[in-house]
């Protein structure tokens, strides 16, 4: 029977997706490509040939064609009004675990090794009697599990998340920290890899913190903001590694805009305006990525014709500063199949920095 590995992680955004197509990246290596995938259970999705894919999902279908139907990567999808109708007229979960076994059994047909991808904590999916856990347990998976780098707060969310597999019967194999800043690695990973030891859980690697993988690109956020992109169409996929809220002077504020920023001002600030578009016309090494005009006050003629020269995306949205920098701090960043540099980052810092013969020998 071919080996099941269950990628979960303590809360959302910790970076299942990185270690899941990493992981599949070295398994691939090691297997000659017999290596299959599958997300269960999708809550973030888009329309593929009528079917509802799980973002992730779709990512792993692009970098490799597993020669897997996509609609099998991804069974259930988690729509709007799923846990309402689920609540009120479904008697259990039977059809659930009828389509996820199927969907199984497609990915894994003549493979040494699946990789399941989860969704959230452990608990996600309780509300329809399909939680992370009880789906590694249907599908026989061991888990490794995924957190944010840290002490104190680290291992409180592992012990957490490890006390619900273990109610289920499902063996926690290890876990991998992400996110670890490079100057506390070395300390961070020795003191919690002796805080998990002392749990009876096994630390298989440390994945340094990267800025790219966390920088939205100014498609996404244009996709999260709704708002009207008035020029720059062409530079959607800037990155954006930092954000200024234009509630400064044009003087202190060009200090931070050689630092690849997103600039959210009023749409009247005209001279903040300037300041940023005039800076990405100066310099083409790190000039700020995008500008977001808010308010229902938009600049002059005059203004709007210096800003489409800037060659960087420009949005406006009706709403105020702060809502829409609200905004912002709550978006996920999900890498898209056609960010390669992402990907070949993701799987680089996969194979560097965990274990992978431990977790093959872990799984037996």
């Known amino acids: 029977m071919e080996k099941r590995i269950f990628v979960g992680a303590t809360k959302q955004n910790d970076g299942k997706t990185v270690m899941a197509i990493g992981l599949i990246k070295a398994l691939m290596e090691r297997f000659n490509g017999q290596v299959g995938f599958i997300k269960p259970i999708g809550q973030r999705y888009v329309n593929v040939d009528g079917h509802k894919i799980d973002e992730d999902s779709l990512l792993v279908h692009k970098i490799w064609d597993l020669g897997i139907d996509i609609k099998h990567l991804s069974p259930v999808a988690v729509e709007k009004g799923f846990t309402e109708r689920y609540i009120i007229s479904e008697g259990g979960p039977g059809k659930l675990i009828e389509k996820i ?54 291992i409180d969310e592992i012990v957490l998340n490890k006390a619900l597999f273990e109610k289920e019967g499902v063996e926690l194999i290890g876990v991998v920290l992400n996110k670890v800043l490079m100057e506390k690695c070395e300390k961070i990973q020795n003191i919690t890899r002796k805080g998990l030891e002392r749990l009876g859980v096994e630390l298989l690697g440390t994945i340094p913190y990267r800025r790219i993988l966390s920088s939205p690109t100014m498609r996404e956020i244009l996709e999260e903001i709704e708002g009207e992109l008035l020029c720059g169409e062409e530079f959607l996929e800037n990155k954006a590694e930092r954000i200024i809220i234009g509630a400064m002077t044009p003087h202190q504020a060009i200090r931070y805009f050689n630092r690849r920023p997103l600039v959210i001002t009023p749409g009247d600030r005209e001279d903040l305006i300037f300041a940023a578009t005039h800076q990405a016309k100066l310099t083409k090494k790190m000039p700020p990525v995008g500008l977001i005009l808010t308010g229902k006050i938009l600049p002059r003629k005059s203004t709007l014709q210096v800003m489409y020269e800037a060659q960087i995306p420009i949005i406006h949205v009706p709403e105020d500063t702060y809502t829409v920098a609200s905004k912002l701090h709550r978006i996920i960043v999900k890498i898209h199949p056609s960010e390669k540099d992402k990907i070949k980052l993701a799987t680089r810092l996969v194979a560097k920095n965990v274990n992978i013969d431990r977790i093959m020998e872990k799984i037996g």
């Open 101 to 154: 076994k199927t969907s199984y059994g497609m990915v894994s047909q003549g493979k040494e090794v699946v990789v399941i991808e989860g969704t959230g904590h452990a608990g996600v999916g309780a509300v329809f009697d399909l939680c992370n856990a009880r789906v590694a347990k249907l599908l026989g998976a061991k888990v490794i599990l995924v957190t944010v780098g840290g002490i104190g707060r680290a």
